[in-house]
């Protein structure tokens, strides 16, 4: 196998849990560093020979450049592509490789040594006569003088790590003291994300929209933009749903912003794939951001408007072939949309990271112009190490209507059973109105959702169609579990009402009545299937039964969002109302740990009084730090953990008095 | 928005249906008015006599009244007659014995007023699903004596039970009684022990079911815990010999009702009962789940329910199942859920004994009963109480015709004084016993561990195994590589080395697999199919053990 043949393989599989991943070229097949945990996760399996680079923790795996180095040699690797984060952007990795004699597949050292230090990217990209956000060009020294620089910008402003990138270590203050609590968090991560705690301060635009231009240059001093992706939908300044192309941009801004990405490339000699972000405000005014010199994770919804596969042209620019492209022959043909879907819990600030055993999965692949990419299957384990990434989930349409019809209908489609994950936030997104009409920008869900997301609001309508639909559910498992088969006793079998199989379809269609309203449900009733597809007044629809209990319980998730519906008989129902309310635990004095992670530091001890907001400790999980505060003021009565605890979900930390 | 009223549509099934409710099956025993006056009476009193069943029947059906009704409501908690309701298919209840009444004539018992049609239990035989049962709920309410058990309320119970034996279906008891009658003295005595016998004639006979909704205490809880499985409701019933009152006075101890026989103490603690649900519709729908999985009697076979799960579904979750670490501990209700027909598990003893799980699913739509050590608890090891447990369990399974699956990853018995001091060696050779003893078809999976003493007891090859898989990750040894190189290697140097050895001689299924111990090495994606074919074939299996009037099981 050519490597060239093999790059589509390893592109599915470069989205493996947020790009955790380091390929190597050998001599012909594919080869493909591991930590031990992932040993059995998809992307080992499919390449042609696996080499593990060490244990979980990435400082001693995917971080650990001797490792890495070391597998290339064992194999003999020709090159090395590098995926997404870890390694993606570390010029001392490409360094050092070069000197091994391996090829890095992306640019050259000098360009991710300037695109990657945001200080000096700022001040080639205004040397390139690109428009940039006017800040402070230097390193920030501490708290204090960060709050000197933000006051002479004038609020707001964003504090980012200098070595940043995909969020992580990046604040916004509105006044002093959120500058100072923003510099301490922000250097924190930055050091346990990026290995480096130098800081800049800049403006902050409001409401603007995120838009990136992905660029793609040779080592013969050719470039060319392949359009743009919008990006706007994000949380904590993480993106969730991308978009190629964006329905904001007219094709004069949007040939303005590729020629500057195009200018800034040129200006670093840029060599391989690349993306330069912009912020667009409403005025469509575009600032430069930053450039990624790597493949970006939404890297796929190019590809589908343009048709070029991203990985193959960069290792065609990596072997030092030109450009087979000419500005003039990238098109934009229809519409991508890509989801990012997380093993989060969306209920808790649009997604805090949530772990497990991915009991039952299923990507829907089977939908047309929909691609999955992932490197997990049943069976395998979300754990804390790593981004919670789940898979990148993308649809095409020649419309954009149409790829986001197809995208609701995979998000419907997608079975996910052992982990939370964030589909009903997905789901709703794509469907929101302002969504629809494109009115976007990356204020969008604190802007949507004000109090946080709580899943999909019923009509009236839905709510009928989702009760009638439990309500069939739980009559064609009532009327199954009284059909037995095989040898019973001689009297049953000639009882008339045990039904044999050859009478199953008979309840396909159900007639129900709520309360003088009449609803029809059909289906096949296959209650195995982790799917269920219904038609509810003709209405075809995909629903899941996430759980049915003897009792009556059943959950469904409906229209993204899942449901906790109970369906009892008349006669029970009538007599439930004098069984006992069962009262839950009083949570207001205990501090639980929202999502499984680590305890970075622990700021209270038994005895201290806190008040109500103020720090308890933090926690960190998938990288990101989390500041647990008191919901009261209270006496501190117990302290249940301490720095460098690794807690899981609902583990108590503090008791309050 | 709970009552939904259901329309179904289809005429074929709307007539299947309707025949369920208008085919109660007609008793030959029941109710029957007989007149024992003198025969010249007959004529004129025959209308008084109509008079008189309608007022007995409404009295009886009527139970303590109204406000009778309401108060054990407030309490949280359904009235006899609707908890057997609520438990059978509508309207296939067939009431027994509704105009007996108690006999005792001592206190002043013997007045009108003290006396009650059908005293304080209701008794019949109604439908599960279709499928025939026996019941009995006693009647704690404060007018018929608070349920206490007289000599007429034992012989209702006694006369099912007769029945249930002849025409083999089983009986659930829905207990919630005072206890003994003291008025009666003796007789109600007499009537307890009429039950126990009866409870254990009927053992290993037709299965019976005990649920405990209220209190249970004295000599009363026998009768549950001769039946083979206890459930019990929590925050409304308790299971004791003596009350608190009594414990305080004897032992000086405090304690209260819910500590000392709650759901959560012999759920959890004593291992006495196997289950507790919410509240009473909950313990009730549950049953109904739970009875699908039985087979009526001894001489039925494992009921096979239509399953729309396809047998030859490949797992691959399993095949990651298992860490790569043998040190790791994984979950075996994950491979659990994931062989079983629709992931259903109806886990028995889910809070008694956890290093152990023993439950009831359907494969291809067929009843089996499921035993696997659990690695997540105690390293999955055997001890007292897992071995009771799991001991318990298997004679439950071979005594009513339900083919076992054993899940095997066991790292031995539990050492220690404590182990030994409570009887490890008793306890632990009931396991073995049971599945040594155990004819149903019995089918073992070892996902890793099978170390030891413990690897002969978990359904092995050489207890009669009929099918016995290893996935590639088993290891069958003596014991651990370490433990066994110290003693191997005692004082050699090397032991790293030897160690490497032993774990490249004997990690893995090859020993077993050479000697046929195992039939084959299977992928655990494949289990569940290669389990379902199994079972079909194994569904005609016969063998008996030799004659005898009962085994001395070591108790």
Request: with cysteine; glycine share 8%.
């Amino acid at each position: 196998m050519s490597p060239l043949r093999s790059s589509p393989v390893f592109r599915s599989a470069s989205g493996s849990r947020g790009g955790q991943s380091h390929c190597l070229w050998t001599q012909s097949p594919l080869t493909r560093a591991f930590v031990s945990p992932s040993l059995r996760l998809v992307h080992v399996k499919m390449a042609d020979e696996a080499v593990c680079v060490g244990p979980a923790p990435t400082n001693k795996s995917y971080l650990n450049m001797d490792a890495i180095l070391e597998a290339a040699r064992q194999t003999g690797a020709q090159a090395v592509h590098p995926g997404y984060g870890f390694l993606s952007e570390n010029k001392e990795f490409a360094r050092r490789l070069a000197a091994h004699g391996v090829t890095f597949i992306g640019p050259d050292t000098h360009a991710i040594q300037a695109m990657g230090d945001k200080i000096e990217s700022k001040l080639i990209a205004k040397k390139a006569k690109v428009n940039t956000i006017p800040g402070f060009d230097g390193v920030v020294k501490d708290a204090e003088e960060a709050v000197r620089i933000a006051g002479e910008i004038g609020y707001p402003v964003m504090i980012k790590a200098s070595a940043g990138g995909g969020g992580k270590g990046m604040r916004i203050a509105w006044n002093d003291e959120e500058t100072r609590e923003g510099f301490r968090f922000s250097s924190q991560e930055a050091a346990s994300s990026f290995g480096d705690d130098r800081l800049l301060i800049e403006k902050f635009i409001d409401n603007p929209r995120h838009i990136e231009i992905q660029v793609l240059a040779d080592k013969h001093g050719n470039a060319l933009w392949l359009n743009e992706r919008e990006c706007s939908i994000q949380r904590r300044n993480q993106k969730v749903v991308e978009e190629a192309p964006s329905t904001f941009l007219d094709p004069e801004t949007r040939c303005a912003m590729g020629e500057q990405a195009v200018s800034l490339a040129k200006a670093v000699q840029y060599s391989s794939a690349g993306t330069v972000e912009f912020l667009v405000d409403s005025k469509k005014n575009f600032y430069f951001l930053e450039m990624n010199t790597r493949l970006q994770v939404e890297h796929p919804i190019t590809e589908c408007i343009t048709g070029l596969d991203l990985v193959q042209q960069m290792i065609r620019v990596a072997k030092g072939y030109p450009l087979q492209h000419r500005q003039a022959d990238i098109p934009i043909n229809g519409w991508a949309i890509e989801s990012r879907v997380y093993a989060e819990d969306p209920y808790k600030s649009f997604g805090l990271p949530s772990i497990g055993r991915l009991s039952q999965y299923q990507e829907p692949v089977n939908i047309p112009a929909v691609r999955v990419d992932s490197g997990i299957q049943e069976g395998s384990d979300i754990s804390i190490y790593y981004d919670p990434m789940i898979s990148k989930l993308v649809t095409y349409g020649s419309t954009r209507a149409e790829a986001l019809q197809r995208m609701e209908e995979a998000l419907d489609n997608y079975v996910i059973r052992g982990v939370t994950h964030n589909i009903p936030l997905l789901r709703e997104i794509i469907t929101h109105p302002r969504f629809v009409s494109g009115d976007i920008s990356t204020k969008f869900l604190q802007e949507v959702y004000p109090e946080g997301f709580k899943g999909h609001q019923l009509s009236d309508s839905e709510r009928w169609e989702l009760l009638a639909t439990a309500v069939a559910l739980f009559v064609a498992a009532q009327l199954r579990s009284q059909r037995f088969l095989g040898n019973l006793s001689d009297e049953l079998e000639t009882c008339s009402h045990v039904c044999l199989p050859g009478n199953s379809l008979v309840c396909r269609f159900l007639q129900v009545d709520l309360d003088g309203k009449r609803v029809d449900v059909s289906s096949e009733w296959n209650l195995a299937s982790a799917l269920l597809p219904v038609t509810v007044n003709g209405t075809q629809r995909t629903v899941q039964c996430l759980s049915r209990s003897a009792s009556g319980e059943i959950d469904l998730q409906y229209l993204g969002t899942s449901y906790k519906l109970r369906v009892l008989s008349k006669l029970a129902a009538a007599l439930n109302k004098h069984m006992p309310e069962k009262v839950p635990e009083d949570t207001s004095s205990i501090l639980r740990s929202p999502m499984p992670g680590s305890v970075v530091a622990v700021s209270v001890k038994a005895g201290d009084t806190v008040a109500e907001g103020q720090e308890i400790c933090v926690i960190e999980a998938m990288k990101m730090q989390n500041s647990m505060t008191a919901a009261k003021t209270a006496k501190v009565k117990s302290v249940h953990c301490n720095a460098g605890d690794t807690v899981g979900e609902g583990d108590l930390l503090v008791e309050l008095e | 928005m709970a009552a939904l009223k259901v329309v179904r549509s289809g005429s074929r099934l709307l007539n299947g249906f309707q025949s369920l409710l208008n085919n109660p099956r007609k008793v030959t025993c029941g109710v029957a008015a007989t007149v024992t006056k003198h025969p010249r009476w007959y004529c004129v009193s025959h209308l008084s006599v109509q008079e008189r069943i309608e007022r007995k029947r409404k009295a009886a059906l009527s139970g303590g009244g109204q406000q009778r009704i309401e108060a054990q409501h407030r309490r949280g908690k359904l009235t006899a007659r609707e908890r057997v309701e609520l438990l059978l298919d509508p309207d296939s209840f067939v009431e027994y014995d509704m105009f007996v009444e108690h006999r005792c004539s001592d206190f002043g018992m013997e007045a009108d007023h003290n006396k009650y049609p059908g005293d304080s239990v209701v008794t019949g035989q109604g439908r599960i699903n279709g499928r025939l049962v026996y019941v009995f709920s006693q009647v704690k309410d404060f007018t018929v004596f608070g349920g206490s058990l007289s000599g007429a309320h034992a012989q209702k119970i006694c006369k099912i039970m007769d029945q249930a034996m002849m025409v083999g279906a089983p009986v659930i008891g829905l207990n919630d009684s005072g206890g003994a009658r003291i008025q009666e003295g003796v007789e109600s005595l007499a009537g307890y022990a009429d039950i126990f016998l009866r409870n254990v004639m009927a053992s290993g006979v037709i299965p019976q079911i005990s649920l405990i909704m209220g209190p249970c205490a004295g000599g009363a809880v026998y009768s549950p815990a001769l039946t083979d499985f206890t459930f019990m409701v929590k925050d409304t019933s308790y299971l004791f010999i003596t009350g608190p009152d009594v414990v305080k006075s004897v032992t000086n101890e405090d304690v209260t009702q819910e500590e000392l026989g709650g759901a959560k103490t012999h759920t959890a603690v004593s291992g006495v009962a196997h289950k507790a649900f919410e509240n009473d519709i909950d313990a009730l729908l549950n049953l109904r789940e739970f009875f699908n999985f039985l087979p009526l009697s001894n001489k039925d076979s494992a009921p096979i329910t239509e399953c729309h799960d396809p047998s030859d579904r490949l797992v691959p979750g399993l095949d990651t199942v298992v860490p790569l670490e043998t040190t790791k501990a994984y979950d075996m209700l994950d491979i659990i859920h994931g062989i079983a027909d629709e992931r259903e598990f109806f886990e028995i003893m889910p809070n008694y004994a956890k290093n152990i799980v023993v439950g009831f699913a359907r494969m291809n739509g067929r009843t089996v009963g499921i035993v696997g050590n659990q690695p997540k608890v105690a390293s999955g090891c055997l001890d007292i109480n897992s071995s009771v447990k799991g001991a318990r369990f298997v004679r439950f399974c071979d005594a009513f015709n339900i083919p076992i699956i054993t899940f095997v990853d066991v790292p031995g018995f539990l050492p220690g004084t404590a182990q030994e001091y409570g009887g490890i060696i008793r306890h632990g050779a009931k396991l073995l016993f049971a599945f040594a003893e155990a004819t149903v078809p019995k089918i073992t999976v070892i996902t890793r561990k099978a170390y030891g003493g413990a690897y002969d007891v978990m359904s092995s090859k050489h207890l009669r195994g009929d099918v016995n898989y290893a996935w590639p990750s088993a290891e069958v040894a003596v014991m651990g590589a370490k433990g066994a190189v110290q003693i191997i290697f005692r004082g050699k140097e090397n032991q790293a080395e030897a160690e490497a050895e032993y774990v490249e001689k004997f990690a893995n299924p090859f020993p077993a697999a050479v000697r046929g111990f195992v039939d084959d090495i299977i992928q655990p994606s494949m289990t569940r199919k290669r389990i379902c074919r199994d079972l079909e074939v194994l569904a005609s299996k016969k063998q008996a053990n030799p004659w005898k009037k009962h085994a001395n099981i070591p108790l």
